[in-house]
């Protein structure tokens, strides 16, 4: 039943995804009105898609690659709706709709088999772990959309340009502090998460944890954001360099992420 919901939730993104196209680029804020009660919608069916899926494996912690798909992408959605709520910032759709649509295309097609069993998934940490996770990947996709978006602007009002397909981009300032809070609101929730992480795979893996490739590179990813986060606070990063930056920091993320598949402490594997 869940991949009913799922693909309705699939079908409304798509709707959003499209829409906000004419809307940020005519500045017709006519079309909002179908892009936001579409993504809410959306929103609903899919966190809805969601339990039944973690119920139906017997376990309310995403493990399977689909689930983790699934929550990361109902993240991204709510993320959206939050900093559209609070900064209006509808330009973000362009690139968050479409991710969370791309994300949810594999989940949709059919079921997945979760990897992870046993005491991991009794453990009260195992929660903590994967949704903090979920929330900091989530922050830091932010903070590199909204890093684009200002450098698209700041070229735009050197160059003196008026109107044209991104001339409904918030202000500069606007655009920098939704990138800036991003990073903020992701960094505890990463550290939180590596640490609960670790808590987990000590009980069950002992010292061989501290030499796994996914452990490695997330400490790797770790002290990036750090370096980010000292930077952009005491230099005033912006332009380039951000998206730079930024974007460096987001490929640790993808190749931690890739590091599944050769990590004994974690792996999304076929059964």
């Not at 979760?114 to 922050?139: C, D, F, Q």
């Not at 993320?253 to 974690?266: E, G, I, P, R």
Request: proline share 4%; aromatic share 12%; with cysteine.
């Amino acid at each position: 039943m869940y991949l009913i919901w799922l693909r309705v939730a699939l079908v409304l993104y798509g709707v959003s995804s499209i829409a906000v196209i004419p809307d940020v680029f005519s500045g017709r804020n006519r079309w909002r009105k179908l892009v936001l009660p579409a993504c809410v919608a959306a929103v609903f069916f899919h966190f809805v898609a969601l339990a039944e899926m973690l119920n139906l494996a017997h376990h309310w912690v995403p493990a399977s690659l689909h689930e983790v798909e699934t929550s990361l992408a109902l993240v991204l959605a709510i993320a959206f709706l939050a900093i559209y709520w609070r900064y209006r910032a509808i330009s973000l759709g362009l690139f968050a709709l479409p991710l969370v649509f791309l994300l949810l295309l594999l989940p949709a097609a059919g079921p997945d088999h979760a990897p992870l069993s046993g005491e991991w998934m009794r453990s009260g940490w195992i929660v903590v772990h994967i949704t903090l996770l979920l929330v900091a990947y989530a922050a830091l996709i932010f903070s590199l959309i909204a890093s684009f978006l200002y450098l698209i602007q700041e070229r735009r009002l050197k160059q003196k340009k008026v109107g044209g397909i991104f001339g409904h981009l918030p202000p500069l300032e606007t655009i920098d502090q939704i990138a800036f809070k991003m990073l903020i609101i992701g960094f505890p929730c990463m550290t939180a998460g590596l640490l609960a992480g670790a808590l987990i795979a000590q009980e069950s893996v002992g010292a061989g944890y501290f030499v796994d490739p996914k452990v490695l590179l997330s400490v790797g990813m770790w002290l990036l954001y750090v370096w980010m986060l000292y930077v952009r606070n005491h230099s005033g990063l912006r332009g380039k360099r951000a998206v730079y930056l930024s974007s460096l920091v987001f490929l640790v993320a993808l190749t931690v992420w890739a590091a599944n598949q050769f990590s004994t402490v974690h792996r999304f594997a076929a059964p």
